[in-house]
């Protein structure tokens, strides 16, 4: 099979399996035990805490660890004051618009933070959002769909700055270009594990001091009694290792993925119909989106598929449900074109052969006659 979808998930890298394997087999203690069995345990934990706050530029006590990204976001969302208004980006992940349309209807006056035809927020929304005095604002660091990479320290200063809390969802952007959370500026960011060569099933929200964040499951008081529960230890474990091996061969990874994106951005755009979106802005390394008029995009990602090359119609939640993509058209992308489009996310492992066979598949499939 040829893998190119690596925003839905990845395959996790052998070197995080090894590490992760003991914790399933030898090291089953539950790491709030007081015994040494469990304090092994509890300090495997803390060495992952110590791997991803290395990543990021956090101090460990800033981590929660969540069952994932959608987790971490839902999770963001409760720092919301009671009475107060919440602003979205109009190209975030459904695990952050869902929570803020349930806010809506639970009386919290929701915003929508408009994008460009390219899918980047402007300084003129941000002003316009600012007046209207949210309590919360949330955009993501990179769009899963486009790639497109926002300039979010940019906006938090802003938006900091008149007392609004900023949370940034960088599920996608977390090994594929730096991140450092003070930089950024941020109150609060989501990060998974899977997208990044861990195991499913694991995430965090990291938080600042300013954050009030309200628990949604209570319990045994785990995670600062923000998230209870016992750990998921052989996933955090695992998630600590993913991160570090991003955080080490992030350079060597984001050009490899480039030098491939460059190929197959230079063959897509030499058959004829074929647009990338988004195509001249900032976005991930391995992230390209494109779209032609009259193609049926889930009709092609199945023939595709039947050839051993599995690629998205949008994103992964998404896929199958029939409707254009919602990042399409805040992007303005027409009904007709967004329903055409494929998503094509490279990984670590892909080569530039997998890219002219899959090339050279999509002309024959493309081309009529
Ligand atoms: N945010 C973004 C941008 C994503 O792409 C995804 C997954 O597709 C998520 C959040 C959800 O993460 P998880 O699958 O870990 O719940």
Same mark, same amino acid.
Do not use: W
């Given at each position: ?85 919440? +602003? =979205? ?11 803020? !349309?349930?806010?809506? *209807?639970? /009386? $919290?006056? #929701? ?123 052989? +996933? =955090? ?11 080490? !061969?992030?350079?060597? *990874?984001? /050009? $490899?993925? #480039? ?111």
């Amino acid at each position: 099979m040829i893998y190119f979808d690596h925003n839905a998930t990845t395959a996790i890298d052998d070197r995080v399996l090894e590490t992760m394997l003991p914790f399933l087999k030898f090291f089953f203690g539950n790491p709030s035990s007081l015994y040494r069995h469990g304090r092994l345990v509890r300090s495997a934990i803390d060495t992952a805490r110590e791997q991803i706050a290395g990543v990021i530029g956090v101090h460990v006590t800033q981590i929660i660890f969540t069952s994932g990204g959608t987790e971490a976001n839902n999770l963001a969302l409760t720092a919301i004051k009671s009475d107060s208004k919440l +602003a =979205i980006s109009a190209v975030e992940h459904p695990s952050i618009t869902e929570p803020a !349309e349930y806010l809506a *209807r639970q /009386g $919290h006056e #929701l915003k929508f933070i408009g994008v460009d035809r390219n899918g980047i927020v402007s300084q003129e929304a941000i002003n316009e959002i600012i007046q209207q005095r949210p309590a919360l604002v949330s955009i993501m660091l990179a769009n899963n769909e486009t790639g497109v990479i926002q300039d979010v320290a940019h906006y938090a200063q802003q938006l900091k700055n008149k007392g609004i809390i900023v949370h940034t969802d960088a599920v996608q952007a977390l090994g594929k270009i730096p991140i450092d959370f003070k930089r950024l500026g941020v109150n609060m960011m989501t990060l998974s594990s899977h997208k990044i060569y861990g195991p499913k099933g694991c995430g965090a929200l990291i938080v600042d001091k300013d954050v009030n964040l309200k628990a949604m499951l209570l319990g045994g008081g785990q995670e600062q009694g923000l998230r209870a529960g016992t750990e998921n230890v052989p +996933a =955090i474990i695992g998630f600590g290792k993913a991160a570090e091996l991003a955080g080490l !061969e992030l350079a060597q *990874r984001a /050009g $490899h993925l #480039l030098k491939l994106r460059n190929i197959l951005e230079d063959r897509l755009l030499s058959i004829q119909g074929i647009s990338i979106f988004a195509k001249d802005v900032e976005r991930l390394p391995n992230t390209v989106q494109f779209g032609m008029e009259g193609m049926d995009g889930e009709m092609l990602l199945m023939k595709l598929d039947k050839k051993g090359i599995a690629v998205s119609s949008g994103s992964a939640c998404a896929s199958g449900g029939g409707k254009p993509s919602s990042v399409l058209v805040a992007m303005g992308v027409t009904a007709e074109l967004a329903k055409g489009a494929i998503r094509v996310s490279l990984g670590k492992s892909n080569t530039e052969e997998e890219i002219i066979e899959f090339i050279d598949l999509l002309e024959t499939l493309v081309t009529p006659g």
